[in-house]
Nanobody, 116 residues
Framework: QVQLVESGGGLVQPGGSLRLSCVVSRSIFSFPVMAWYRQAPGKERESIAIITVGGTTNYADSVKGRFTISRDNAKNTVYLQMNSLKPEDTAVYYC??????????WGQGTQVTVSS
């Protein structure tokens, strides 16, 4: 069994910032890629940021320049720093990796609501 525990979400005004964390119950060093996903109401879950074990990152166009993904392999933790938040960023945010997704593992996610 593997657990993914996301935290750090909340209600924030447009233009604000949040930092999400995702703790994985086993070593993430074995996962070549970790990613953050989000699912807005009525929409499909989408990948928004990925990071390789070597630290290479890639972002969806919708968050590029505003969000930063990072990983601490020693703490089995993946982070998502979100700046300049917009109402359209409102969603439930999840972290995961392709091998765990293939086995059906997902965490509970953390809700981010951007509203004035």
């Amino acid at each position: 069994q593997v657990q993914l525990v996301e935290s750090g979400g909340g209600l924030v005004q447009p233009g604000g910032s949040l930092r999400l964390s995702c703790v994985v119950s086993r070593s993430i060093f074995s996962f070549p890629v970790m990613a953050w996903y989000r699912q807005a109401p009525g929409k499909e879950r989408e990948s928004i940021a990925i990071i390789t074990v070597g630290g290479t990152t890639n972002y969806a166009d919708s968050v590029k320049g505003r969000f930063t993904i990072s990983r601490d392999n020693a703490k089995n933790t993946v982070y998502l720093q979100m700046n300049s938040l917009k109402p359209e960023d409102t969603a439930v945010y999840y972290c995961n990796t392709p091998s765990l997704i293939g086995q059906g593992y997902w965490g509970q996610g953390t809700q981010v609501t951007v509203s004035s």
